[in-house]
């Protein structure tokens, strides 16, 4: 059927509000990016409005990763990215499977109290006097324990392990696996594609870790990286490695503004090059178990 005149100017009145929507939504990622490798001389002389540099420089980040706090504030980052998520996996995983049982005792109860959790949120007060009788106040294991789980997971890797058909349980309790043989054997390497979506929403929720570490870590050698970020772009606090702004500027030849975009390239960049290898398996993970019938 040929197209109309009015419905090829809506197609292309649509593509132009695409674009514009594009272009708005990529900008601030692509100056970040940009004023990050701009050569000190060129942005100061362009006053800061810099689309694409004549001269790359690495200078920021090469300051960046000469600093101690800086560096240190990243090693906390990737253990709660790493260790977080593995425990939190491990946690969910086992929970949900054990929920996914009906001979389980209590399941109702337990069901229920999951949602509840879901539903009302204790407030901050008490998880805050409960991380501290745990004596786990500037540890970064609180940043870790009180979210090692979330209801919400539990109940959708609970519903993908329900569409796994029981037959495959009964064979191998046939075959002499108990259920810890049976979560690890079959249950846990049908379940790759629903891990890993619940996997990269723990290592982005752990990396991420700001207003936990404002309640829990006093201790600035203990802070995550998002600390660290946050006082460099608010406070304009550029001396993560002990030296002052003036110094920098003096000594490094560095704007502070080029320190904090390449700060939050680095902070960004972890996540940006795990979701591609995560991608084929997020879609797939993330349905699974959402239909039944």
């Known amino acids: 059927m040929r197209e109309s005149l009015g419905d090829r100017i809506f197609g292309w009145i649509n593509i132009l509000v695409l674009v514009v929507i594009g272009v708005v939504t990529l900008f601030p990622l692509y ?6 490798f701009t050569e000190p001389r060129e942005y100061i002389e362009k006053y800061g409005f810099v689309l694409f540099p004549s001269k790359w420089s690495i200078g920021a980040y090469q300051y960046l990763l000469s600093t101690s706090a800086f560096m240190r504030a990243t ?17 969910t995983s086992a929970f949900s499977f054990g929920l996914s ?19 009302f949120n204790p407030g901050i007060i008490p998880v805050y006097l409960l ?34 058909p029981v037959e495959l349980e009964e064979a ?9 043989s049976i979560f690890f054997r079959v249950i846990l390497p049908l379940s790759a594609a629903s891990l890993a979506a619940f996997g990269l929403f723990y290592a982005v929720a752990y990396w991420n870790t700001f207003f936990n570490a404002v309640l829990y870590i006093n201790d600035f050698t203990k802070v995550p990286l998002q600390i660290v ?65």
């Open 31 to 36: 100056y970040v990016f940009v004023v990050s």
């Open 229 to 293: 970020l946050r006082n460099m772009l608010i406070d304009s606090d550029t001396a993560v490695g002990g030296a002052s702004a003036v110094e920098m500027a003096s000594d490094k030849q560095l704007p502070t503004q080029t320190i904090k975009m390449a700060a939050v390239v680095i902070s960004t960049l972890p996540i940006m090059l795990v979701y591609p290898f995560l991608q084929k398996h997020f879609t797939k993970g993330v349905m699974l178990g959402s239909v039944k019938g």
């Open 172 to 180: 191998a309790m046939i075959d002499g696996c108990n259920d810890l």
């Open 75 to 91: 090693g906390v980052s990737a253990f709660l990215a790493t260790m977080g998520t593995v425990l939190s996996l491990m946690v």
């Open 101 to 119: 049982r009906k001979r389980l005792r209590g399941r109702r109860t337990m069901l229920i109290l999951v949602m509840f959790s879901i539903l």
């Open 131 to 164: 991380v501290r009788d745990f004596g786990m106040i500037n540890s970064v294991w609180a940043l870790i324990v009180p979210v090692i789980t979330s209801g919400w997971y539990v109940i959708l890797m609970k519903s993908f392990f329900d569409s796994i």
